[in-house]
């Protein structure tokens, strides 16, 4: 009677070759997977303090005219 999946590998098998020689490939897919992970989580916390920074300047503008606002010349005659 075959044990199958429960024997273990033995050292010299193919299986065993193989399975050493994907251990690299999955660790190198999985950093990648990871570092790429880390650098979707920086652009979204970017784009979240900007979008923070937004809402806080729509109640609280950075930019403020130096002087009195006025309409462009060609646009003042059409209110008039």
């Given at each position: ?15 065993a ?22 650098d ?36 003042a005659?059409?209110?008039?």
């Open positions: 009677m075959s044990q199958g999946r429960n024997e273990p590998l033995a050292a010299g098998s193919a299986e070759l193989a399975a050493r020689k994907a251990e690299p490939a999955e660790t190198q897919r999985l950093r990648r997977e990871v570092k790429r992970l880390e979707e989580v920086e652009i979204l916390r970017t784009a979240a303090a900007c979008f923070a920074q937004g809402i806080a300047g729509a109640r609280s503008p950075v930019w403020q005219p130096s002087g009195p606002t006025r309409p462009f010349r060609r646009w005659a059409w209110g008039a």
